[in-house]
């Protein structure tokens, strides 16, 4: 299957790129912002594309997204001003899932954020708009588009070595998740269907992705 995944210099989506050098089901299109960043993809074999969820319209993503099977959003504005965080995170989720849509595409992988919901989007604290912007893609990916979607909602995000067990399900506490298991975990729903219209948290635990997966 191809899969575009957007984002694809970040730091989950580069374990990603990692871990499918290894499976020849899967054929990764990395969707990067920058020329200078195609380096690593093309030692991987993995070809790329240079778009910007902000700059490009909706039109260009439909393109790249031609005899693309799959969808992955791991992209964020991360620290880079709270106008960037709509303009990614909200609406550059929008965008990539109405391209998707445009381009025929059925399956759509959303990493989303640990906690979203009233509840979440009302605490005060530097996360709050953040927040709101991932609650909303979600929500629109859940009710505004008739995709396959499936939402992963990681913990906090660490750079520990992944252990390749974690935890899923919903309502957990927060706790770390190592990135590169995130980045298994996405391997994981490519491959099970019935991760489809599910959403559920990922957090370090003790059970194999694979069963894990399995079990949502
Ligand atoms: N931090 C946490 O604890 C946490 C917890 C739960 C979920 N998450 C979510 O998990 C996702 C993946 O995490 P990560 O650590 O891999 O994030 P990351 O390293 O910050 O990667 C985000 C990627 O998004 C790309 N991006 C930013 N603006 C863009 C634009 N306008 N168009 C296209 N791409 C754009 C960046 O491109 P450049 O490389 O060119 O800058 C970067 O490659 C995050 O986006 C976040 O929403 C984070």
């Known amino acids: 299957m191809k899969v575009l995944i957007i984002g694809a210099n970040g730091k989950v989506a580069r374990y990603f790129a ?7 089901s899967i054929e990764e299109v990395a969707m990067i912002r920058k020329s200078e960043q195609a380096s690593y993809f093309e030692e991987r074999g ?8 902000v700059k490009d319209p ?12 799959t969808v992955i959003f791991s992209a964020g504005a991360g620290g880079s001003g709270l ?20 381009a025929g595409i059925k399956r759509f992988i959303m990493v989303s954020t ?5 509840e979440a989007m009302a605490m005060e604290n530097d996360l709050q708009i953040y927040t ?31 252990t390749g067990q974690i935890k899923v399900g919903m309502g957990n506490d927060v706790n770390e998740v190592p990135r590169q298991d995130v ?4 391997v994981s729903v490519l491959h099970h269907d019935n991760t489809i219209k599910k959403e559920f948290e990922i957090l370090s635990g003790e059970i194999a992705v694979e069963e894990a997966v399995r079990s949502v």
């Open 18 to 24: 990692d871990f499918i050098k290894d499976d020849s």
């Open 46 to 53: 993995i070809k790329t594309v240079l778009l910007d969820l």
């Open 58 to 69: 909706i039109e260009k993503l439909a393109a790249a997204m031609k005899e693309v099977d």
């Open 83 to 102: 106008d960037k965080t709509i303009l990614v995170d909200l609406d550059g989720a929008i965008k990539a899932m109405t391209a998707a849509e445009q």
């Open 114 to 118: 640990f906690r979203t919901g009233r």
């Open 132 to 162: 709101i912007a991932k609650n909303y893609a979600d929500e629109w990916l859940k009710n505004r588009t008739q995709l396959d979607w499936t939402i992963v909602h990681p913990g906090i995000l660490v750079d520990t070595p992944g």
């Open 183 to 186: 980045a298994q975990t996405l």
